[in-house]
């Protein structure tokens, strides 16, 4: 299993509000089927500067941003510390997807949201 892989600026829109996404990271997981089985599968976990900012593992990453658009090369060591921060977060609690999820996703896409 590889580690996790990150994109800046990813070109996916926010799930949420469809707006921008600062990051995302796709996050290597093992999902467990009935039977006993396990296969290796991922997670894409989306960082929204609107949806996400009262989450407490965004703070960082988005501290970052307020301050410096971009990324340069005097705010990489910086820009690294909170990503990683923020990647260890999501990698260590990953998102969990309900049913009550999927019939949101269902109903939104039925409604033409997404
Ligand atoms: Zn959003």
Redesign the pocket.
């Known amino acids: 299993m590889t580690g996790p892989r990150i994109e800046l600026r990813p070109c996916l829109p926010?799930q949420?509000?469809?707006?921008e996404?600062l990051l995302a990271v796709r996050v290597p997981m093992q999902v467990d089927w009935t039977g006993g089985q396990s296969i290796a599968s991922y997670r894409t976990v989306t960082l929204?500067p609107?949806?996400?900012r009262s989450d407490a593992a965004t703070q960082g990453v988005l501290a970052f941003f307020a301050v410096h658009e971009r990324i340069t090369h005097e705010t990489v060591h910086g820009a690294g510390a909170v990503i990683r921060e923020w990647i260890e977060r999501v990698t260590t609690n990953p998102p969990t997807y309900t049913d009550d999820d999927l019939e949101e996703d269902i109903r939104r896409w039925e409604d033409g949201d997404i």
């Open positions: 926010c949420l509000c469809g707006g996404l929204c609107r949806c996400h």
